[in-house]
């Protein structure tokens, strides 16, 4: 793993903390898409090296909705940049993690991502992300 990549944060109403966090970091948001695959709406901020990403389900059925009932909003993940998704999700795998994608996912700000359930990571959802190449 390379560097922390990003914390994601679930909140409710993403204009609402799209706001509040305009004002904390004294800058917007560089980049807001939808996943729908995931059933999330995003925004990025950029804080020094490290980014904030910002996460509102767009349905009652998507992860981020289920966090938000059973825990509020708060810290959702935290991303660590890596170089190959996939070597890292085998090296893992044979260290007993428990990844909850078999193959990795496209997320959000042109990466492919795979997840780690917390049971398997010290209670904490951790985030694999690889830049997008081309032919990926």
Known sequence: MKKIEHIGIAV???EKSN???SKLFNSSPYKME???SEGVKTSFFQVGESKIELLEASNENSAIAKFIAKKGE???HIAYDVEDIYAEMDRLRKEGFQ???EQPKYGADNKLVCFIHPKSAGGVLIELCQER???Q
Do not use: C, I, P, S
Request: negative net charge.
């Open 74 to 76: 708060g810290v959702h």
């Open 19 to 21: 706001d509040l966090y």
């Open 133 to 135: 190449k081309e032919d």
């Open 34 to 36: 939808e996943v729908a």
């Open 12 to 14: 409710k109403n993403l």
């Open 99 to 101: 990844l909850l994608n």
